[in-house]
């Protein structure tokens, strides 16, 4: 008789006279494997909170998992499958669904007859699955296997179709996929032909048309940032949180980490300051399948239990979104949080998340927590980054929220509603500014991003070559965004609104032109210096006069954004840093063009930028 059949005949076999059968935590505490005081506890947690108590005590250390999976196998009267030796039936894989296996816990193993034999990891909600289980595969009967084995029998199956499905879960519609290179798109081919021949041909011309759209978008973009600040300084200030007696959810935290040798016990040992319960603590740290270096420092990193490695399978893309739509399939919690490599979030942060999402309506999709840097003294460009985040995170990006308009998001203290994500399609995995591209899409289909009053400290990218490496992928990935979303130009006014769509253009196509066109406005500062300008002398006067006007309008306005946001920080720089971000900006037109070079030729590729280089010190400060 093979495994398969005896496992049917068993759970056809009738218990034994005498025989009872016990619920986990009894068959636990009889077989003296857990003390009655951590079985108390545990229990009194799992009453309060959304964990069952095989996680609750597995995420306490309080078993290890052959103890579950024996006091599992003889409860239910179901025997051990061994997915080691013989692996499942791809096609019974196919028929379940390799999502629905990820996302409940289990494989279909082997045929014996016209029975199926399901491996579970969870064999308590075996019974709720059944309908779903027999409309797919007819006749089934249930066998038990760690959480583990399942999953690696599914990847070792499947792989191939988990990646596809991470690469493809947006619409095509809505993503970016599709682009093409340069030499594959003759239309912008013409374009850039038809650009070239109007600056040959007609110079002046040319020049005052493209010197007229630069300060139409700057202007644009400064009315924007005042309204957003004006609107973030008038907000109320946030006031105690009040009690909440509802039940707390499980939160999954993604982590996706790519070449980080050593960033490892760092992440475990911030991600563990956070004051929640650890039995409803999901974190899933996200390695590239050929990661090496990543992969054997976790495996040489003491891991807690409530800490998982999933492994990404190799695809047509290595992006960032990519491995996070991987990982969605794995989380448990109805709560998504995103975090980077190097982030260390104030200890209260998910408290203050879940109690914000349990007060809010369901149109509240998505909650973006402010970022600051743990090293703003490390040079001149880590003072200039932490002025810029300070003005983005704590005025404009919360004003743009109080204003109703699309608020392109962080790519790191991010927190969804789960059913949202999967509703949506979670993140476009070819789009290099990921975040940006999903609070549009938020956005277009109704839900709303608000920021929390929470912070989360990261590392300045503070050398000058990386900085633009990593700037020059955000700019790709904005004009990618707004390219993809300006498809259907109707669609996108529906959807948004007259504002919000004004605001979506001023936002993306104004930040767009103002990095590309910055070096023609900065021409003009030759001017005191008796250099003619041939745009200048062709200009009106109420043509220089606006020239004027609006050059200081926005050096004012970024001076008194980046005072104000920097006066919201802790970090005690002086505010004659400010005055030198006129020189820090001109870095972006440097990453711009590069950005540019790369959506002809390469708009896929993922500039990584490089973690743990300046932080020695967080760990003893926190």
Not at 130 to 140: D, I, K
Not at 206 to 235: C, Y
Request: net charge positive; aromatic share 8%.
């Amino acid at each position: 008789m093979g495994a398969a059949e005896r496992i049917i005949k068993q759970q056809r076999a009738p218990l034994a006279r005498g025989q009872r059968r016990f619920a986990v935590g009894a068959s636990l505490l009889r077989a003296g494997v857990v003390a009655p005081d951590e079985m108390l506890t545990a229990l009194s947690h799992q009453g309060r909170e959304a964990g069952r108590l095989p996680d609750v005590l597995r995420a306490r250390g309080l078993v290890v998992e052959r103890d579950l999976l024996g006091v599992d196998a003889r409860n239910y009267g179901i025997r051990l499958v061994d997915l080691d030796t013989a692996l499942p039936d791809p096609r019974l894989i196919d028929a379940v669904g390799v999502q629905d296996c990820l996302r409940h816990g289990l494989v279909p193993w082997q045929k014996a007859g016209d029975v199926t034999i399901v491996a579970t990891s969870r064999p308590e909600e075996f019974h709720r699955l059944r309908p779903m289980l027999e409309a797919r595969l007819g006749p089934v009967a249930a066998g038990i296997a760690a959480p583990r084995a399942i999953l690696a029998a599914v990847h070792a199956r499947r792989g191939d179709l988990l990646a596809r499905a991470a690469e493809t879960r947006v619409s095509d519609a809505e993503s970016c996929r599709s682009w093409r290179r340069l030499h594959q798109a003759p239309g912008a081919v013409l374009v850039i032909a038809a650009l070239l021949a109007s600056l040959a041909l007609a110079p002046l011309v040319t020049g005052l048309a493209a010197l007229g759209f630069a300060l139409v978008t700057l202007a644009a973009l400064v009315v924007l940032k005042i309204a957003a600040t004006i609107a973030a300084l008038r907000a109320p200030a946030p006031g105690p949180n009040p009690a909440s007696d509802a039940i707390q959810p499980i939160v999954s935290i993604i982590v996706a980490l790519y070449r980080e040798a050593d960033i490892a016990p760092r992440l475990v040992r911030r991600l563990a300051r956070l004051d929640y319960p650890v039995d409803l603590l999901d974190v899933i740290l996200v390695v590239e399948a050929e990661d090496s270096v990543t992969l054997d420092a976790l495996a040489h990193a003491e891991l807690p239990p409530w800490m998982r490695v999933v492994i990404v399978p190799e695809g047509q893309v290595k992006t960032k979104p990519r491995a996070l739509n991987h990982a969605l399939d794995h989380a448990r919690g109805a709560i998504i949080g995103v975090y980077d490599a190097e982030d260390a979030p104030e200890p209260d942060q998910l408290l203050k998340v879940v109690e914000r999402f349990q007060r809010s309506g369901p149109e509240v999709a998505c909650l973006q927590g402010m970022l600051d840097y743990y090293n703003p003294r490390t040079n001149w460009l880590s003072r200039c980054f932490t002025i810029e985040y300070a003005g983005w995170f704590r005025l404009v990006l919360p004003g743009l929220a109080r204003l109703g308009l699309v608020v392109p998001l962080g790519g790191t203290t991010l927190f969804f509603r789960r059913d949202v994500l999967d509703r949506l399609g979670a993140w476009d995995a070819h789009n290099v500014t990921e975040d940006a591209d999903l609070g549009i899409r938020l956005a277009r289909h109704g839900y709303r991003t608000e920021l929390i009053d929470t912070v989360t400290f990261e590392e300045a990218n503070c050398r000058a070559l990386p900085w633009i490496k990593q700037r020059s992928r955000w700019i790709k990935g904005y004009i990618m965004t707004w390219a993809v979303h300006m498809r259907s130009p109707r669609l996108l006014w529906r959807q948004l609104g007259p504002k919000g769509f004004f605001g979506f253009q001023v936002l993306f196509l104004g930040t767009i032109a103002q990095f590309l066109l910055a070096p023609l406005l900065w021409s003009f500062m030759l001017l005191p210096f008796g250099i003619d300008h041939p745009l200048y002398a062709a200009l009106p006067l109420w043509g220089i006069w606006a020239l004027a006007l609006t050059f200081f309008l926005s050096e004012a306005a970024n001076v008194v954004i980046g005072a104000l946001g920097l006066g919201r920080t802790k970090h005690g720089l002086s505010l004659l840093w400010v005055l030198t971000l006129k020189v820090y900006y001109p870095l972006a037109s440097l990453a711009a063009y590069k950005g540019l070079a790369e959506l002809a030729t390469r708009p896929f590729f993922w500039d990584k930028t490089t973690h743990g280089l300046f932080d020695p010190a967080v760990d003893a400060k926190a």
